[in-house]
């Protein structure tokens, strides 16, 4: 009876041992972290990171490429907006040139033209003594405009000096209002355009029954629109149209406020 016992447990221990043998078995996978990274897994990430970079350099380049290719056209779009204006400027100082060649007084010395009271050498003392102060200053810049641009600042200097001596040495003279004229004529011709702008001034504020008047007025206009200022420009080129409407000033005038308009 032990015997038998003895065998069926031997048995009962044979069959669960064959049981287990026969179950799979499964090994743990180890966990991958940053110490157990394989060599070739990391020269992976770094080829990522090195891809992205290069990305991230060649659009900055692009944009670099655009920004400098704008900033040429910009550069380009102001150089021609800055010769068309020059090239409007020169034109409107050829014209005036041109009209005033033609008035008597352009082709002249000052006599009865200009001045209030007939030729200056048939007037005494002081007056004559201005008249040819004048004629001295006003024969500088005649001659000046048959010299090169780039010869005539220096001429045109030199006659601002006398004519400001015309106006010292005689204040009240009688030409007096035409030397203020010139002045601002020579300060616009040189770019000096407050300078211009206060000497035109003199003249339609202490002389407004002097003939330079409609003269004074247009070039007040064009000193403005110079200075960037349209508004007064055209309150000056209107008052030449509406308060002299049959000198040769008005038709200037009307132009130039047209293309300001």
Do not use: C
């Amino acid at each position: 009876m032990h015997s038998v016992r003895i065998s069926a447990v031997v048995a009962t221990a044979l069959f669960a041992m064959a049981g287990m043998a026969g179950a799979p078995v499964e090994e743990a996978r180890p966990v991958q972290t940053a110490a157990t990274t394989t060599p070739a897994a990391a020269e992976d990430n770094d080829a990522d990171d090195a891809s992205g970079i290069g990305t991230l350099f060649y659009q900055l380049q692009i944009l670099q490429d655009e920004v400098r290719r704008l900033q040429g056209i910009v550069e380009e779009q102001n150089y021609r907006i800055e010769r068309l204006v020059r090239e409007q400027r020169e034109r409107y100082i050829e014209l005036d040139q041109r009209l005033l060649a033609l008035r008597p007084d352009a082709a002249q010395p000052l006599g009865a033209a200009d001045g209030p009271d007939g030729d200056a050498s048939t007037v005494p003392g002081a007056v004559s003594v201005q008249g040819d102060a004048y004629n001295r200053a006003y024969a500088v810049v005649t001659e000046a405009r048959q010299l090169p641009p780039s010869e005539r600042v220096t001429e045109y200097q030199r006659a601002l000096l006398m004519f400001d001596a015309v106006i010292r040495d005689h204040p009240d003279g009688q030409y007096t209002p035409n030397a203020y004229y010139w002045m601002g004529e020579l300060h616009l011709a040189t770019d000096a355009l407050e300078e211009a702008r206060q000497a035109f001034a003199q003249v339609t504020n202490l002389y407004a029954d002097h003939a330079k008047m409609p003269d004074a007025l247009y070039k007040l206009g064009v000193t403005y629109h110079r200075l960037g200022d349209n508004i007064r420009a055209l309150q000056y080129l209107d008052r030449v149209t509406d308060e002299y409407p049959d000198s040769a000033q008005a038709g200037l005038a009307r132009s130039y406020a047209a293309e300001l308009r």
